[in-house]
């Protein structure tokens, strides 16, 4: 069956996301047990429409960390998990700030949404999920949110990492060893460090220090879209020997026999999105 991942937004960071210079709705991932949508921020809705792919698909729900690109959009997406709230179903996982608060962060779901879902549940790093039959290992990161996560997915493909928001130390990629593809958040351009995000120089870290097949780049500022990410990806690629690409709005990664990305599929031809009701 193998494991896709469609990028419904490339885009991370405040300017980014305040101006929807690249949509930052996050990623739909679909493995042999259902479909996963992590961290919708703000601009799923709309790019899920666009792909004509019904929320109702959709069967657990994951928000990283308490930072609005990742979770704003998270409340409306668990309406359409289900079905507008009229049928108890489907799994909510989030860090600590995400469900619970936590000092100045979040509590990011209201009250009324965490009793719509099937169930709720709080992640931290070191904990296992079997998230509809795919085992996720939980890892640190280091972030400014400090409950932030990120994850190891266990596809009948191979390990597809997910290393949400964190800046590069060699002890935050040993965690991601033998993973087959690697999603990186890399959210400035070579030369551009800021604190607790990576540049696309840490990406190459990351990349050497791993040494997966792939990697897959995602979450671009504003300052690294005007430089382009996809030559920041060749950059990225040059230092590290590991093929790098950068991920874009709309675009799936497929993990299969071989690791390809393209074109967004129309999930479903037939169903229309109610335009009016
Ligand atoms: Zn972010
Ligand atoms: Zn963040």
Redesign the pocket.
């Known amino acids: 069956m193998g494991f896709s991942v469609t990028f419904l937004g490339t885009g ?2 405040r300017h980014t996301t305040m101006y929807q210079t690249r949509s930052t709705g996050g990623m739909l991932m679909r493995h042999a047990g259902g479909r996963i949508h992590m961290d919708p ?1 703000p601009g799923a809705l709309v790019q899920m429409r666009r792909i004509h792919y019904d929320p109702a698909l959709t069967d657990s729900v994951i928000v990283s960390h308490a ?1 609005p ?2 979770y704003s959009d998270a409340e409306c997406v668990i309406e359409g998990m289900t079905l507008g709230g009229w049928k108890k179903r489907g799994s909510l996982y989030g860090s600590p700030t995400v469900i619970e608060g936590e000092g100045s962060l979040g509590p990011c779901i209201s009250r009324y949404h965490l009793n719509v879902v099937g169930r709720a549940a709080v992640i931290r790093p070191g904990d296992e999920l079997d998230v509809d039959g795919l085992p996720v290992g939980i890892c640190r990161a280091d972030h400014s949110d400090p409950t932030n996560v990120g994850f190891k997915m266990r596809t009948d493909a191979g390990i597809v990492s997910y290393v ?2 964190t800046s590069y130390s060699e002890e935050i990629a040993r965690q991601y060893e033998g993973s087959r593809v690697l999603i990186l ?1 890399v ?1 400035t351009p070579w030369g551009l460090r800021i604190p607790y995000h990576m540049c696309s120089e840490d990406a190459a870290m990351f990349a050497a220090a791993v040494k997966p097949e792939a990697v897959v780049m995602t ?1 671009f500022g504003i300052v690294m879209i005007k430089r382009g990410p996809a030559r920041e990806a060749a950059e990225a690629e040059a230092a590290s020997g590991v093929r790098t690409i950068a991920a874009e709005d709309l675009s799936t990664l497929d993990v299969g026999d071989s690791v390809s990305v393209g074109r967004a599929r129309a999930y479903d031809d037939d169903w229309i999105p109610p335009s009016s009701i």
């Open positions: 991370g960071g921020g930072h690109d990742h949400s928001d958040p959210t979450h």
